[in-house]
């Protein structure tokens, strides 16, 4: 009688079910919670970062640190994130006048998240959900100025 030869061991685990979910390509953003990003704010009017990227209805807090020496009255910076349909530059316009915070009133609308004003060696930090429509989103400081000095960034949810 012919010997009958073990069946092969089955190498593939059955079904799919291992895949990532999609876009899945960021282990460093946490699944539950709030995920800190922070970012450093100086004299030289730059955020440290120029791009942040996020899932669509993440919780995100901004930490903003501002290092420097010059007075709070001189150099101070905040964060501001604006909608899609929002002009960066009709904000800061309109921020120029907006004492003492320059987050003018009649452009909330525009603001998807905003920080208070922090001087040289202050912290300031916002927690807002992520938008869900996915795109590029501006930040800016709308410290008189700054935004044209390029203090600026781009939130990209993907
Ligand atoms: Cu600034």
């Known amino acids: 009688p012919a010997t009958t030869k073990p069946a092969a061991p089955t190498a593939k685990p059955a079904g799919d079910t291992q895949k990532p979910a999609a876009g899945a390509d960021k282990p460093a953003a946490a699944a539950k919670g709030v995920r800190t990003v922070?970012?450093?704010?100086?004299?030289?009017?730059?955020?440290?970062?120029?791009?942040?990227?996020?899932?669509?209805?993440?919780?995100?807090?901004?930490?903003?640190?501002?290092?420097?020496?010059?007075?709070k009255i001189a150099m101070a910076h905040n964060f501001v994130l604006l909608t899609k349909k929002a002009s960066p530059v009709d904000?800061?316009?309109a921020a120029m006048q907006a004492r003492p915070d320059f987050l003018p009133a009649d452009k909330k609308a525009d603001v998807i998240a905003a920080t208070g004003l922090a001087g040289a060696g202050?912290?300031?930090?916002?927690?807002?959900?992520?938008?869900?429509?996915?795109?590029?989103?501006?930040?800016?400081?709308s410290f008189p100025g700054h935004f044209q000095a390029g203090m600026k960034g781009t939130l990209t949810v993907k």
Request: net charge negative.
């Open 38 to 71: 922070e970012i450093i704010g100086t004299e030289d009017m730059k955020f440290s970062l120029a791009t942040i990227t996020a899932k669509p209805g993440e919780q995100l807090r901004v930490r903003l640190v501002v290092k420097g020496s010059m007075p």
């Open 91 to 93: 904000y800061v316009t």
């Open 122 to 141: 202050e912290t300031v930090e916002v927690t807002f959900k992520v938008p869900a429509v996915a795109g590029d989103y501006t930040y800016l400081c």
